[in-house]
């Protein structure tokens, strides 16, 4: 409509009407108030160089819109069809039935997280998940921390702060989003002692090293990248046999951290959990979403003496897991002690998932849109987990004339779906799609072949 700024309704008209009337029953007075406010702010702001005012309904309609976009969440679930498993933009490892519902049924109420049912007093939460580690990997103590970062960080700052840290040049890695391990044990106070080269590292180095009489030796598992060429490291026997003729204790940190040997689905081997202790290693730092398959944790397991000071460290109640963590790990673990890892934990089922029945998925795909064709193709762990490899899989590829927009629209659905290009086709691997999720695929593409 035309007319001058003194033609707008007013708050109060505006906050009167039926549709308006119903948005405060939704989102309550005061944001959509707020909402008004800010629309007729934008209407004025645009005066006079729009050439009209808005109308009405157009103007309760800019409310309305103000009111979803603020009050929508900014985390949603997605159809992960890249066929990167643990894709760590798109949340890592998705949980399992078990998994979820240990942390409704500790969220949707009270718990005890830390209260002693036997006492009837104050209790720990510390004590939740740490049998079960110690029945799977043999340790004496375990403690879990919100990540693996904030466990490295505690080990260095609880047991190295102001002492040398022996670390390998080869093993100074960053990993996603600029984290460094440099970075990290300096952030602790802990002193680097740097050994060898970028390529290789002798036995010698370490022995060199120990004279020093660091706090610890740190070995830091390159898992999101390989060296290869002229190259050359000791084994961790090796090097935990000279450290402990030293007194100096050795810390593992994994990274990823399996329980299960890589080997067995056709990939490389990943060192396990189990291994790094076998090998006389004082502590094992892993994460907890990666190849273990569970929710964000860090994980610590080794020595008992040495896991209690941590325990007791001050900043181990700044990085503490909470309820949630707890629960959600513990059902995890629980499908390894009943050896049902392959079948209940999605990671693992999509990694051990017969190439028959990718093709057999992806063909359905095909019949039911209609469009596309079925291609060999290839699936990755992902999640700073063996680097460079990959499992054989079956795609859909689609021949959309415009693949960057086909994939944009298909950001766009409810849920969205993220695929990816290959060869100027978009492709979808049926490997990372969860079966309930198949429906919800095909429902988002077929508008966009019609």
């Not at 989003?177 to 970028?198: H, N, W, Y």
Request: net charge neutral; proline share 6%.
């Amino acid at each position: 409509m035309t007319g001058s700024l003194r033609d707008l309704p007013s708050v109060d008209s505006l906050l009167q009407s039926p549709r308006l009337l119903e948005w405060i029953a939704i989102y309550g007075r005061l944001l959509t108030t707020q909402a008004v406010r800010e629309a007729l702010a934008q209407v004025r702001a645009a005066h006079p160089a729009a050439s009209t005012l808005p109308a009405r309904s157009e103007l309760e309609q800019e409310i309305h819109n103000l009111l979803t976009a603020w009050t929508a969440s900014t985390l949603e679930p997605v159809i992960n069809a890249t066929g990167v498993i643990l894709h760590t933009n798109l949340g890592r490892a998705p949980l399992s039935r078990a998994a979820l519902a240990a942390a409704v049924r500790v969220s949707s109420g009270y718990s005890n997280l830390e209260y002693d049912l036997e006492r009837g007093q104050r209790g720990s939460r510390l004590i939740h998940a740490e049998a079960l580690l110690q029945c799977l990997t043999g340790a004496e103590a375990a403690l879990v921390v919100n990540n693996n970062a904030a466990a490295v960080l505690l080990v260095l700052t609880g047991l190295a702060r102001r002492r040398a840290v022996v670390i390998a040049r080869s093993q100074l890695v960053e990993i996603g989003g600029g984290f460094r391990v440099p970075d990290v044990m300096k952030q602790s106070g802990a002193r680097l002692l740097e050994i060898g080269a970028t390529n290789r590292v002798h036995l010698a180095d370490y022995a060199e090293a120990l004279r020093e009489a660091p706090a610890l030796v740190l070995r830091a598992h390159r898992s999101n990248f390989r060296i290869i060429g002229f190259t050359g490291e000791p084994a961790l026997p090796e090097i935990v046999a000279l450290a402990h003729q030293s007194g100096v204790p050795v810390v593992d940190d994994l990274g990823s951290g399996s329980l299960i040997d890589t080997a067995r689905f056709g990939l490389a081997h990943e060192p396990t959990v189990q291994e790094s202790l076998a090998a006389g290693a004082d502590l094992v730092c892993f994460s907890g979403d990666k190849l273990l398959g569970g929710p964000q944790a860090g994980i610590i397991i080794g020595r008992g003496e040495l896991v209690a000071k941590l325990k007791k460290h001050p900043l181990a109640r700044a990085i503490r897991a909470d309820k949630l963590c707890l629960a959600s790990l513990t059902a995890t673990l629980g499908h390894y002690l009943k050896d049902e890892a392959e079948r209940e934990i999605p990671i693992w089922r999509m990694i051990s998932t017969p190439l028959a029945d990718l093709e057999q998925r992806a063909q359905a795909w095909r019949r039911s849109l209609g469009h596309g064709e079925v291609v060999s193709g290839e699936s990755t762990v992902g999640g700073g987990s063996l680097p460079g490899e990959t499992l054989p899989s079956w795609l859909l590829a689609l021949s959309p004339s415009a693949p960057d927009r086909f994939l944009r629209r298909l950001r766009q659905a409810d849920p969205p779906v993220i695929a990816r290009l290959k060869n100027d086709q978009v492709v979808l691997d049926p490997r990372t799609v969860l079966p309930e999720q198949e429906q919800d695929l095909l429902a988002a593409l077929r508008p966009l072949l019609g």
